[in-house]
């Protein structure tokens, strides 16, 4: 068992204590995130998932998002409750990495959880993300438009010009894809590595446990356990309440139009196809063209006789032409 | 004074709630029934994993109660579908809203089902003796696709019109029972009256009845086989961790479904509901196409090797039928009692595959469309 905990791989560790904290702070995030939503202090551009990752996989992206915001010039969106969101990130994060680092510190380490540990882990990850992000979003952006415009050349040339256009669009995203997928798969796994050999050495100062697995057990399942109840209980429902109310008092009564930012390209259909009216009017127009060929033909017909007369004349007043040679 | 007899205190005194509490037990066996319900030990502990199926039961009773709001205003007939459905999102306060959320709550309702069915198939909770809770877990699969096609048609605009048709023209292909389907669906040549009256019958009454009935059996029998549990971990480490269903389970489940009712939300602000032109036998320069869940399938179909009568065949209905035959006979074939998903290569890589295959397809659509457009 002792092996197997000092086996412990960094990425391992890292993930053992970013995904739970992640699902741990996810919820309360989500009520501030809906509430300024529906109080119109938040608006996204198209990559709504892209912005709502950046919140909600705090606290790497803390410091990381401004940084890709004004350094990289990619901008997820504007209004207050962005910035204020990303504030109220904080006191949340560091709970939740305190309360998940706790329970790994004794299950996975066997080890007494420092004090502060939340906050510990709090600014190791957001200093990591910060230093990261911006790297992990530049090379994952540039390998994806590099390769985008590899796989668009490489089905430009003779050899692949037969193919369909299906079966070329498939083909170009799984190139391109499979390329950015495995970088950005690599990067996160770097970067989680780094969290988890920063969670490794903080670690390493602790005290061992020495309680059997089942006391240890029943310690981390005590900890999740607020002490007062009851208080807790009050608290969450009027918290609850609190939010419910300025979810219903912001919430728009009619169709909230989208912000100046974040205009969508506008979804047309072609007018409506009545098929009584276009009948009509084909028809008058085929009515109408019918008058004009017939009168051009009687134009023609009147210019043929003309034309005949003329050459009756000449024909009875002139001698008859000769037979033209064969070549 | 010695005399005096002795008076109860007044909190020993059953109060009014106590009363109807302890009445209605004794007629229905309530508190055995809370027992029952809430202390199911769950093995190995509770887990984020086990969410789903509460979270789908969340997703389905708040669609039938945004659906019943919007029918107070919907009206099912040719004339009427695409000017009510406008009225319900531009004159109805807060119309926009729950049209919109139950627009969004049909997607997340195919997430959760496809999340649903992953966990139970990563997790090997299939095997026996869990074969016909599988079995009715996939029935009820069918049945969510189902709410999806019937209710992407009562809008009546261009883009409900013609994923209808196109999903139609589908069906037909079917062997022996497709013409009959694609007829009675469609109620005559061409999508009308009858094929929004049939879509919204089956809406709104037999799917929710179908749903119902089924998601009982899924319940019954998953109370009576008991949970899988983790697929990893020592007997004495499992048995260390295993709690009852109440309360850490369940304060799970209620984060589950906050968030999934947070996520809807969301959606519903950034992308509410916009009606395209109402529905016309011309497309013009639409280009139809399903639901985003069905775009993978589209997509496929474009393939040249599915062209042709015989392609199509094969594309739109043997293989899914093959694919859905083989999920239904997979706790019979699978006989293995090993539940470790790294020790089940062939599961991991068909799963991945599986799934890399949906999402590449379904981009290839969305990259068609633009090339399209």
């Known amino acids: 068992m002792s092996d197997e905990r000092d086996s412990l791989s960094p990425t391992k560790i890292g993930l053992g204590v970013l995904w739970p904290a992640f699902w741990t702070a996810l919820p309360i995030k989500l009520a501030f995130a809906l509430v300024f939503l529906a109080m119109d202090m938040m608006h996204f551009e198209g990559r709504l998932g892209l912005g709502f990752l950046m919140f909600l996989a705090s606290p790497v992206t803390v410091f990381a998002t401004p940084i890709i915001t004004m350094g990289l010039e990619s901008h997820i969106g504007e209004g207050a409750g962005i910035a204020l969101l990303f504030l109220l990130c904080i006191p949340i994060d560091i709970w939740a990495l305190g309360v998940v680092g706790r329970t790994y510190f004794l299950e996975k380490f066997r080890k007494e959880p420092p004090d502060g540990l939340g906050v510990t882990l709090w600014w190791k990850c957001a200093v990591v993300g910060a230093v990261f992000l911006p790297l992990l979003w530049f090379i994952v952006g540039t390998v994806t438009s590099t390769s985008i415009s590899m796989a668009h050349s490489l089905f430009e040339m003779e050899l692949f010009k037969g193919i369909p256009v299906a079966e070329r669009i498939s083909a170009e995203l799984s190139l391109w894809g499979g390329v950015s997928v495995t970088v950005l798969i690599v990067l996160l796994l770097i970067g989680v590595s780094l969290i988890g050999r920063m969670i490794r050495s903080t670690s390493e100062t602790a005290r061992p446990v020495a309680d059997s697995y089942q006391h240890v057990v029943t310690r981390w399942d005590l900890m999740r356990v607020p002490a007062d109840q009851g208080l807790m209980l009050t608290a969450l429902t009027l918290g609850g309440v609190v939010l419910s109310m300025l979810f219903w008092a912001g919430l728009p009564v009619t169709t909230p139009h989208p912000h100046e930012c974040c205009k969508k390209p506008e979804v047309k259909a072609e007018p409506p196809f009545k098929p009584l009216e276009s009948l009509n009017k084909d028809e008058k127009l085929i009515a109408q063209l019918e008058g004009q060929i017939d009168a051009l033909e009687k134009q023609k017909a009147e210019a043929e006789k003309d034309k005949d007369k003329g050459k009756g004349k000449k024909a009875a007043s002139a001698p008859e032409a000769p037979a033209p040679k064969k070549p | ?373």
């Not at chain 2, 009014?16 to 009445?23: D, R």
């Open chain 2, 1 to 373: 004074m010695g005399n005096t007899p002795a008076v109860n205190p007044p909190s020993s005194q059953p109060t009014v709630i106590e009363k109807v509490i302890a009445f209605v037990d004794e007629r229905v066996g309530l508190k055995q029934m809370q027992a029952k319900m809430l202390n199911e030990p769950v093995p190995g502990g509770s887990r984020w994993a086990y969410v789903f199926g509460s979270v789908l039961l969340f997703i389905f009773i708040m669609q039938a109660v945004t659906g019943i709001l919007l029918m107070f205003y919907y009206v099912p007939t040719a004339d009427h579908a695409y000017a009510s459905t406008q009225y319900i999102i531009h004159d109805v306060d807060y119309g926009w809203f729950l049209l919109s959320y139950h627009f969004w709550g049909s997607t997340a309702m195919v997430v959760c089902v496809f999340a649903h069915m992953s966990q139970v198939f990563l997790w090997g909770a299939y095997k026996p003796p869990r074969e016909m809770i599988w079995l009715v877990g996939l029935a009820l699969f069918g049945i969510v696709m189902g709410f999806g096609f019937t209710g992407y048609l009562l809008p009546w605009d261009q883009r409900a019109y013609w994923a209808t048709t196109v999903g139609v023209e589908i069906m037909d292909k079917t062997p022996i029972v497709g013409d009959f389907m694609a007829r009675f669906l469609k109620g005559g040549p061409t999508p009308g009256q009858m094929t929004l009256s049939r879509f919204f019958v089956i809406h709104v009454m037999i799917l929710p009845a179908a749903l119902m009935g089924l998601a009982g059996l899924h319940l019954f029998l998953f109370r009576a086989a008991g949970p899988a549990g983790p697929f990893r971990g020592t007997a004495e480490e499992i048995k260390a961790k295993t709690d009852f269903f109440f309360p850490r389970q369940i304060w799970k489940d209620i984060v589950g479904m906050a968030v999934v009712f947070a996520s809807i939300c969301a959606l519903a602000f950034w992308e509410p509901v916009v009606l395209l032109e109402e529905a016309t036998p011309d497309p013009g320069d639409y280009h139809p196409e399903p639901e985003w869940y069905f775009l993978f399938l589209f997509q496929l179909l474009r393939l040249k090797i599915f062209a042709g009568e015989f392609g199509q065949f094969l594309g739109a209905i043997a293989l899914p039928g093959a694919f859905m035959a083989l999920l239904a006979a997979l706790p019979f074939i699978d006989r293995d009692p090993e539940r470790n998903i790294f020790k089940r290569p062939v599961a991991l890589i068909g799963w991945i595959v599986v799934m890399v295959s949906i999402l590449l397809f379904t981009m290839s659509a969305i990259i068609n469309r633009e090339f399209l457009d």
